[in-house]
């Protein structure tokens, strides 16, 4: 493979870190795995529109790659090599975010988790995404009380079903092209699908970009709630699964974006005075730390004035910092908007 050329309009914190120099040194190192360099970088350089650009295939892309993966994880998180992944799930307040219910529609927090001793799904196999699939769903199938609920395998979901899930902001698009590029998407959709409670509150999603991702979310603003039942969920599932994990990373992702914690705590917001003013909404939101995405999730638009808020670092702060970071911007965002 050749040294990539990236358009001049390229932001991606890959075309910023890969120098010439870089690539000639990492390009023929391989993991474990098989995973490689131009495997990792194959998203960021098909698509020039990345904002990160790379996906890891196995746990130890990190080290093989860390020439690369080190300085993106540094810039994304604010997170040095010196620092250590942090995790704290106990002492958050109880916190109503919205107590007058004029600008929160629902809060969510999701993690992300792989299991140990599997690659990544860049280059899982067909064979070892569907074992991962049954361990996942024999676990899921022991929660009880308010976690309790079933699996939905995505081959088996009509249509209809799988669009409206997708509307009503439950599960996973398809076709991602990021994830297309990193080779996420091989086998669609074996060993895909979604598993959900009753009423929705408590949902995995299985073998998208990660092999799981724990989601808990609800109407409105209660993020205390919502993350409770994530941690009662997490803590359930961890008596069964062993899940990929480093002391210095934390917990083990495909993007780099997403390793630590995994943690993104987010809010569907209204914010309709703010929205005509979007370099302030802006300064606030890097203030915070916090990242705007649209109303359908990460690469989408916001609609009607409504932006998906969320926390930004992962790493190097705790799940309970992280949910802080959110709940603190939140409310300067809400005092804005009214007095604007
Ligand atoms: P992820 O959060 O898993 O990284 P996305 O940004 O693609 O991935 O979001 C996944 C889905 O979750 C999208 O449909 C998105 O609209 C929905 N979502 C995210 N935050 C909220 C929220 N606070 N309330 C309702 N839906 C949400
Ligand atoms: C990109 O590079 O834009 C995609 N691969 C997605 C990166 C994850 N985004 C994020 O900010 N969490």
Redesign the pocket.
Same mark, same amino acid.
């Given at each position: 493979m050749e040294y990539p050329t990236f358009p001049k309009e390229c932001n #991606? /914190? /890959?075309a910023k870190y890969l120098t010439k120099e870089l690539f000639e040194i990492l390009k023929t190192r391989t993991t474990p795995n098989g995973f490689t360099l131009e495997k990792a970088i194959r #998203? =960021?350089v098909e %698509?020039p529109? #990345?904002?990160? =650009?790379?996906?890891a295939g196995d746990k130890e892309s990190y080290t093989t790659f860390a020439e690369l993966f080190d300085p993106i994880i540094e810039e994304?998180h604010s997170f040095s090599k010196e620092s250590q992944y942090q995790s704290s799930f106990d002492g958050l307040e109880s916190v109503e975010l919205d107590p007058k219910g004029e600008y929160i529609l629902s809060t969510r927090i999701r993690v992300g988790r792989n299991l140990e001793g599997f690659p990544l799904g860049a280059i899982i196999s067909k064979e070892q995404r569907n074992e991962v699939e049954s361990l996942v769903v024999n676990a899921l199938s022991r929660l009880e009380g308010d976690l309790a609920g079933v699996y939905y395998p995505l081959y088996d979901m009509s249509q209809e079903v799988q669009e409206q899930l997708i509307e009503d902001h439950f599960l996973f698009k398809e076709g991602d092209r990021? /994830?297309e590029s990193?080779g996420l998407n091989r086998d669609w959709a074996e060993g895909r699908g979604i598993f959900h409670n009753h009423n929705k509150t408590f949902l995995v999603w299985l073998n998208e970009e990660d092999q799981l991702r724990i989601i808990s979310m609800q109407k409105g603003g209660n993020i205390s709630e919502v993350f409770e039942r994530l941690v009662s969920a997490i803590k359930a599932l961890e008596e069964t699964l062993n899940f990929a994990y480093s002391e210095h990373l934390g917990y083990i992702s495909s993007?780099p974006? %997403?390793l630590g914690t995994a943690m993104?705590a987010s809010v569907h917001i209204k914010l309709p005075k703010l929205s005509k003013d979007m370099e302030r909404l802006k300064s606030i939101t890097d203030k915070y730390h916090l990242?705007i995405r649209g109303v359908d999730g990460?690469?989408s638009e916001s609609r009607g004035a409504i932006f998906d808020i969320s926390n930004?670092r992962r790493l190097g702060i705790s799940e309970v910092e992280a949910v802080r970071d959110l709940v603190e911007g939140v409310k300067v965002l809400i005092e804005v908007e009214e007095k604007s």
């Open positions: #991606s /914190l /890959l #998203s =960021g %698509n529109d #990345s904002s990160i =650009g790379v996906y994304y990021f /994830l990193a993007c974006t %997403n993104r990242q990460e690469h930004r």
